[in-house]
């Protein structure tokens, strides 16, 4: 419980310290998996002085979070203000009314490798550390990583992505371009590309870039909710 706490604390601070007389924008920071014991002992300890001073300055103090806790689940509900039975989000996985099982294990049960495999592929390419779908996609497929490069060009592609990831984090806008116009050249079929290469137009301020980019995006993966969520928020 305690990571949701400190996830749902960090908001609260947040919210606390955006005050004043003009509606101005909300910054929610969410820390999942941080310990608050820890982050209190650092703040005593001088070591997390940006946080003692929101601390300081705006509301503190420990929530309490509802059972069971999973990240998709109390994220969904910070990011709608709907609890688990209004959102309908209940697991890492969708699950099957009929059986009470997730999808992926029931397509299983009956056979349906194909459409267990691309369950399991949703499940992991939005939380790509979620132990159960990558050793279910590794037993059935013999890999876990949703996006692994295919083939020599996509594997140049995904070392450019990396090198424009790491210049955009350094604000860096104009390299990090340069670099994913190398990785489009090299694999143009490889969506990563286009997911950065919208992050980046949104940073430098180029809106209809990053509509593009997203729209190429679900060209290359239909299915992917949180391109079309990205791309309803830029529209």
């Not at 601390?55 to 203000?81: K, M």
């Not at 399991?120 to 059935?140: D, G, K, M, T």
């Not at 990583?145 to 996509?154: C, I, K, N």
């Not at 090198?163 to 116009?181: F, G, N, P, Q």
Request: net charge negative.
């Amino acid at each position: 419980m305690s990571r949701l706490r400190l996830l749902l604390l960090s908001a609260l601070l947040v919210l606390a310290c955006a005050g004043g007389e003009e509606p101005s924008r909300v910054l929610v920071l969410g820390l999942d998996g941080l310990d608050p014991q820890t982050v209190d002992l650092l703040m005593s300890e001088g070591r997390m002085p940006s946080f003692a001073k929101l601390r300081q300055e705006g509301a503190y103090g420990r929530l309490l979070s509802q059972e069971p806790l999973l990240s998709p689940i109390i994220w969904t509900t910070i990011a709608t203000g709907k609890t688990p039975d209004q959102h309908g989000i209940g697991h890492f996985v969708a699950v099957s009314q009929a059986t009470g099982e997730s999808l992926p294990v029931t397509h299983e049960r009956q056979g349906r490798r194909d459409a267990a495999i691309a369950d399991y592929e949703r499940a992991v390419r939005y939380s790509p550390r979620y132990e159960p779908s990558r050793a279910a996609l590794s037993r059935l497929t013999g890999r876990v990583d949703v996006r692994s490069p295919r083939d020599a060009a996509e594997a140049e592609a995904a070392r450019l992505v990396e090198e424009a990831s790491v210049a955009a984090r350094r604000a860096d806008y104009a390299e990090a371009m340069r670099l994913l116009d190398a990785a489009q050249t090299a694999a143009p079929a490889y969506v990563l590309i286009y997911q950065y290469r919208s992050n980046v137009a949104y940073l430098m301020g180029d809106r209809a870039a990053a509509v593009a980019a997203l729209e190429r995006a679900l060209e290359l993966e239909p299915d992917n909710a949180l391109f079309q969520q990205n791309l309803e928020q830029l529209q």
